[in-house]
Every structure is written in C-alpha cells, then in structure tokens.
C-alpha cells in the first residue's frame, strides 16, 4: 500500500519562509519521479516541482528561485523549502509520486497571509 504523508504546512506572513516534507512509503522510491503540487481556491492543480532521482529538477515559473525540492533516497523523504512566500503562493499542496496518474498524498494547507 502506497502511502505519501505531507507535513511542515501552517500559517505563515509574506516574505517568510515555510518547508514541506513527504514520508513515502510502499514505492521503489529511488526510481521514482517525486513532486509537489498546489491547489488554490476556485484553480486547478498545478505542478510547482519535481525531481527524480539524478535529472535537474523542475519548477514552476511562479516559483523559481524562490523554492527548492529536494529528496533523500536513503530516508524515503522529498522536501519543498519554500522562501519569499507570496499569498498566491496560498494553496494545499500536494507530494506524489510519478505524475497525475501516480500516488498522491492528503495535502497539507500552506497560508501567507499578514
């Protein structure tokens, strides 16, 4: 059984800076193409970065130079470090495993608001 559990979310002001981590579990996790995405109010979900295990990673326009994933094949674990929030960095986001038709974790609420 595939489980992907997210935490590190919360409430945080513009400016500041929030990390993310997801515990996957059930998955060859060395081959897999680990992601976060983010869901705002009233949008659809949206890509905001990926990295398998030796490719560059990939990240949303939004977010370069503003957010750093990173995983570690020994723990099982990919982070999201997110700096310089934005409140339309505003969403739940989501850790998965190889893309849309892969796994998906619960979600955890990220909110920038002052």
Wanted: hydrophobic share 35%; charged share 15%; proline share 4%.
């Amino acid at each position: 059984q595939v489980q992907l559990v997210e935490s590190g979310g919360g409430l945080v002001q513009p400016g500041g800076s929030l990390r993310l981590s997801c515990a996957a579990s059930g998955i060859i996790f060395s081959v897999a193409v680990m992601g976060w995405y983010r869901q705002a109010p009233g949008k659809q979900r949206e890509l905001v970065a990926s990295k398998s295990t030796s490719g560059s990673p990939n990240y949303a326009d939004s977010v370069k130079g503003r957010f750093t994933i990173s995983r570690d094949n020994a723990k099982n674990t990919v982070s999201l470090q997110m700096n310089d929030l934005e409140p339309e960095d505003t969403a739940v986001y989501y850790c998965n495993a190889d893309g849309g038709n892969g796994f998906w974790g619960r979600g955890t609420q990220v909110t920038v608001s002052a």
